[in-house]
C-alpha cells in the first residue's frame, strides 16, 4: 500500500527542521495509523527527537487514562518535553531560513 500523500511529505523532508514542523501539524490519526512508515523515515533521517515524539504521541493515544480522562502526570510531562523539543528544531530552522533569505 503506497503512503498517503501527507505521509510522503515527510519522507521528501529535507531536513530536520520540516520534519519537526511535519509532526508538529500531523494529524494524530495519521501518527497512528501510518506509525511505522513514519517511524522508518525518521530512522533513516535518524532524526531521534522527532521518534521520541512518535513514541510519546502513540503511547498517550495507547495507554490507559486516569479516572477523570487524562493522561498520567509522567505521560503528559513526557508529551510536552517531545512536543518543545521539535518546536526549538522548527524556529532553529526558520531562523537559519529567514537569515538565509536576507543575504
Known amino acids: ?4 500523500p501527507i505521509v510522503e511529505e515527510l519522507l521528501d523532508a529535507p531536513d ?3 520534519r ?3 509532526i508538529l501539524n500531523a494529524p494524530l490519526d495519521v501518527l497512528l495509523r501510518d506509525q511505522m512508515a ?3 523515515a525518521l530512522q533513516r533521517a535518524g532524526f531521534q527527537p522527532g521518534l521520541t515524539c512518535l513514541a510519546t504521541e502513540i503511547a498517550a ?7 477523570d480522562g ?3 502526570i509522567t505521560m ?7 512536543r518543545l523539543q521539535l518546536v526549538e528544531i522548527a524556529r532553529r530552522g526558520a531562523r537559519a ?3 538565509h533569505v536576507e543575504s
Open 70 to 72: 487524562g493522561h498520567p
Open 1 to 4: 500500500m503506497a503512503p498517503l
Open 76 to 82: 503528559r510531562v513526557s508529551r510536552e518535553y517531545a
Open 16 to 18: 530536520d527542521a520540516t
Open 38 to 40: 513514519i517511524r522508518a
Open 97 to 99: 531560513e529567514a537569515r
Open 20 to 22: 519537526a514542523r511535519w
Open 61 to 67: 493515544l495507547c495507554g490507559v487514562r486516569c479516572d
